[in-house]
Structure formats: C-alpha cells, structure tokens
C-alpha cells in the first residue's frame, strides 16, 4: 500500500521541475517534515497514556512501556543506523526507516491490546532511529557553504526543539477531540508525504560501499550496549538506583561498552571511527548538547506535570502552555540565529544560549503551587525557548564543522545519541529527584500541591546546574581558534 501511493505521488512533486538551489531547499523542507513527525512521536504519546491506560488496560508499572519500548530501541539502533547511512546511502536509509516508521504508527493506531501497542512500538522506534541518524547529515552535505548550512541547521533546530513541545498540544488535542489511535493514525498521511517528497528531491549520494566489510560484530556490541544501558536507566526509578536490576543492567551496559570500543580500535573499517572522539569539536559539543537536552527534556516533562498537578491544566491547556518557548524558537530559526553565528562565529552565541537556558530554569525552580502561569511560568517558558534556540543551532554547526563528509552520518548519529541518552538519564534522575523531594515533604505533613510544586522547584534548579555544567565544558573544550575566525571565514565564502 505505501510504495503504491507513494509512486503516485512522486510524479505530481517531480513536475514543479525544481533545480538547483530551489531543489536543495525544497529537500531541506522534506526531511525536516520527517523530522518533525518523528520527533512529534517523541512527546505526542505522554498526554494520551491515560486514555490508552484505560482503554487497552495497562497496570500502572507496564503502561511506561509504552514509552519505554520506543526509546530503548530507538537509542539502540542509532549508531547503526547512521553507519549504514554512511555505506549504503542515506538517502535510502531515510527512506527504509520511514517505511517501517509510518507502517509501525498504523499498527500501534489499530493496537486492540497492551502486547500488540508494545510490540508495534519497539518496531517504531527502529524505524525513527533509521530515520533520525541521518537526517542532519543529508543537511549537512546538502548545504556544504557555512551561510548557507547556517540557515539550514537554523531549521533543523527548530524542528527538533520545537517538535516537543508541539507534541504535547497536538497529542492533547487530538485525543479530546477524536481519540488516543488518531495520535498514530495521523503518521501515515505524513510518512507518506515525506517518502515521497523525499524520493523526488533529495539527491541521493552513493555510500561508501560494503567492499571493505562490514562490522557485524561492532554493530551487535553497540546495540545490545546501548539497549542494557538505557533499559537500566528507564528502569531505575521504579527499581531504585542501586537495586541488583539498576546496576546489573546498567554493569553490563557498560562492560559491553568497553569492550566495542576495544574492538574497534582493532579494525580498519569500523562501525564507529574512533578518529571522530578525537575531534574537540565534535566530542566537545556533544558533552555541551547533552546537558543542554538533560535541561530541555526535563522541562517538557516536569514542566508538564507542573501545569497539570499544581496549576490544573487540562492536556490542551498544557501543551498551549508551551507556546511562549515554541514561537520563540520558530521565530530565531526564520535567521535571526544563523544572523548571530554569520556574525560572531559559532561559539559565542552557544554560550549565550546556554547561559539564557540557566536563567529560564532558575526561574522555573522559583514557580510555587501559589504562582500563575503569568508572569513566572510565561517569561521562564520564553526564555529557555530563547536559549534553546539561540544554542542548539550553533551547537550542531560545532559538531560538523570538522567531520569527513564520508563519516557525516555516523557523527551525526553521535551526536543524537548524546542528546537522546542524556534525555533519557536526565529524566529518570530529575524525576526521581521531584518524587522523592516530595514523598519527604509529605511524610512531614505538607499539603499535596505545595509539596508537588517544591518537588519540581528541586529538580529545575538541579536542571540548571547540570546546564550550568555544560556551559563551563563549553568555555573550556570549545575555545579553539578555528571557531573564533569562522565569521571571517563564512564572510569570504558567501
């Protein structure tokens, strides 16, 4: 059924005869439209698990599976992913992962119980992994001149911050409006819009092919690392952080770990080069990246159960109470970022970003069960959409900046994986930190929604500490003299 309507469609995009530029910036507008729908699935699911809980009878402890299962294999399959972007083309592992992606939504839509909804949602994830690896590589080497990749990753990043909190109002309202299925059945008009708009657009530039081999080996040891590694994480604050579940998943996670990159240091054709650790400016920005998506994801999430539990918000309202961090991202992805970085260069606008995001979350952790939304929530909300916006974006140009265009993608799955599992951790961590701070607070007697609010207050300042802690990796590990002369250089080319 998809290639079939996918084939119609693919003739009615090819006679606009787009070329050149226009054909490039019309590719940019279809990968982000994947790009959107995948992130979307990230956050669209939360607000409806109450419905799905109800309606397919889920206990408390399995419905986190329903997340769980999408993370654990979308985490897991990244590097691999974007390593087979890498040999076999990306182009067509964008369009494979979409594939599975959009038949995987159906299913889990026509879900008539918990195994078939878990089950469809494993395979979900692979599908978004395949997709996700390398998306910022087919905008990486489509846009290979600095102004213009700047505009480009500009709107990427929109795309990836933005689509979060976009889920939320969208999974909101159309699980009032209609029902919990329509959260998924709405990927398979979407998915196969994208396929087809990207079959017709985007180039695609041959692999650097199988003759050399390929590093099954490598491969399986990433995956299965990954996977035990984010299983333990997921797991820990129902099982505790020091249970024999937590740190025996967690132990051979990680002993795993150790032993890929011993292998790797062996082979000639590796999954994972281990050349590209040896780049500042990628491991540098993916160290800063990480705190920084620990800082956003925690507040989607702790923000959310902020609005619902303390303020009263229904799933709608919730999702609108994001609008103020969302509209300022869309507005500095229209150029106003890439302005900034054609100007100053990369990194200083990176740590003002950073630094905004610290103060947005410092005034977050200042919001009581007796403040409204306006004006605390409202200016916090803007602000950390005005350091997200300003950050993220410079942040990826960092990370590319020095990588082999034959390796872009499997850096570019790098630098997801950093931002994916740091959002996995920092959830866990903040979450149980918001639970056990008020699990304390009523054990001594506090009102319910006083002792919710100080619970979350705990966990936002902690937020801004870690970011706090990215920004100090930043001015240290980020301060070569190739980003302080980028402007010059972008000024030259352009």
């Not at 309606?55 to 985490?75: E, K, M, P, R």
């Not at 029902?179 to 398979?188: A, C, E, R, S, T």
Request: proline share 4%.
């Amino acid at each position: 059924m998809i290639p079939s309507i996918v084939t119609i469609c693919m003739p009615v995009i090819k006679s606009f005869s787009l070329e050149g530029d226009q054909r490039r910036w019309a590719a940019l507008v279809a990968v982000l439209l994947a790009q959107l729908m995948i992130v979307l699935d990230a956050t669209i699911v939360n607000v409806a698990l109450p419905s799905i809980q109800q309606d397919l009878h889920f206990s408390q402890s399995s419905l986190t599976w329903v997340v769980n299962a999408y993370l654990i294999t979308f985490g897991s399959f990244l590097l691999v992913a974007g390593r087979l972007g890498d040999l076999l083309g990306r182009r067509r592992i964008l369009i494979t992962g979409l594939v599975v992606f959009t038949a995987a939504s159906v299913l889990c839509g026509f879900a008539q119980d918990s195994a078939m909804l878990v089950a469809a949602r494993f395979v979900q994830g692979l599908g978004g992994a395949l997709a996700s690896a390398v998306v910022l590589a087919i905008v990486a080497t489509e846009f290979p001149l600095p102004v213009e990749r700047a505009r480009a990753i500009s709107s990427f990043t929109f795309v990836s911050v933005a689509g979060g909190s976009v889920g939320l109002l969208a999974g909101g309202a159309l699980t009032q409006a209609i029902d919990w299925h329509w959260i998924f059945f709405v990927n398979l008009p979407v998915g196969l819009l994208s396929i087809a708009a990207i079959r017709a657009l985007v180039v695609e530039r041959p692999g650097i092919g199988l003759d050399k081999g390929v590093d099954v080996i490598g491969g399986v040891l990433v995956t299965v690392a990954t996977a035990l590694t984010i299983f333990a994480i997921v797991g820990a604050p129902d099982h505790g952080w020091l249970s024999a579940h937590t740190l025996g998943f967690g132990g051979a996670g990680i002993a795993l770990l150790a032993a890929f990159f011993s292998y790797e240091a062996r082979l000639s054709n590796p999954i994972l080069p281990l050349r590209l650790l040896h780049l500042r400016s990628l491991a540098g920005s993916s160290v800063v990246r990480a705190t920084l998506g620990t800082g956003m994801y925690g507040s989607f999430f702790l923000g959310a159960l902020y609005l619902e539990r303390v303020q009263g918000f229904g799933a709608v309202s919730t999702g609108a109470g994001f609008l103020p961090w969302t509209l300022v991202v869309a507005a500095l992805s229209t150029g106003p970022t890439a302005a900034l970085v054609r100007r100053y260069g990369a990194r200083r606008p990176m740590l003002v970003g950073l630094s905004i995001m610290i103060v947005g979350l410092l005034l977050l952790s200042r919001a009581g069960a007796g403040d409204a939304y306006f004006p605390l929530v409202f200016f916090a909300f803007m602000l950390m959409g005005l350091g997200a916006g300003t950050a993220f974006a410079p942040l990826l140009q960092i990370a590319m900046s020095d990588v082999p265009a034959e390796d872009a993608g499997i850096a570019s799955a790098l630098v997801n994986v950093s931002l994916y599992i740091s959002g996995a951790l920092g959830l866990a961590v903040l979450g149980a930190v918001a639970t056990d701070h008020t699990r304390g607070l009523l054990a001594h007697g506090d009102a319910a929604g006083p002792a919710l609010a100080s619970g979350y207050q705990l966990a936002f300042g902690v937020a801004a500490a870690v970011v706090a802690a990215g920004l100090a990796v930043a001015m240290v590990v980020l301060r070569s003299s190739s980003l302080e002369r980028e402007p010059a250089a972008v000024t030259a080319r352009g």
